[in-house]
């Protein structure tokens, strides 16, 4: 399948594919419940927008942000027809090194179910100083990152069936 990719120095434009066949999981911390939920509520009306049928988005809780690599494995293993797992958590600087570890955990974790599955698993993880900086990305004046993990997952999944 050769292409040639034109306009190299502009990609944030590329079309954003429709979710109209896509099965997609979204798993979703319960930690910072008031983060992660709009995270959540971002990343589900995207998924509406872009045409996944309501009754193809699987939302699923897990106690924390460590959890969730787990989960999308769990997940991946017993459902054979997701399409992609949007990983929602949200980590905020504490004064123990909790932080560092949950954060190095859900990031490689994440990337190696992904990889072990050759299926999207999108970190739509946010690691924060404060809460404040965690508000400001959760609809607030830096956007909603549930609305980006969201059409990574479309994209992604998009590139998968391409192939
Ligand atoms: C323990 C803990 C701490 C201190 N902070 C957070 C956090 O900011 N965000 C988050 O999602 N989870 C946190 N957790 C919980 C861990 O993710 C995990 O649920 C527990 O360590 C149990 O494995």
Sequence with gaps: MATHLKNLSDFS???????????????????????TGALYQGAFDTLIKHEVSEENILSLTVPGTFELAGAADILLNKMSDIDAVICIGCVIQGDTKHFDFICDAAAQGITNVGIKYSKPVIFGVLTTNDEQQAIDRA?????????????????????SCRL
């Design 139 to 159: 609809g607030g004046k830096h956007g909603n990152k549930g609305d980006e993990a969201a059409i990574t997952a479309l994209k992604m999944a998009d590139y």
């Design 13 to 35: 434009h590329t079309t954003i594919p429709s979710g109209k066949d896509f099965k997609i999981a979204i798993v979703v911390a319960e930690w910072n419940a008031k983060i």
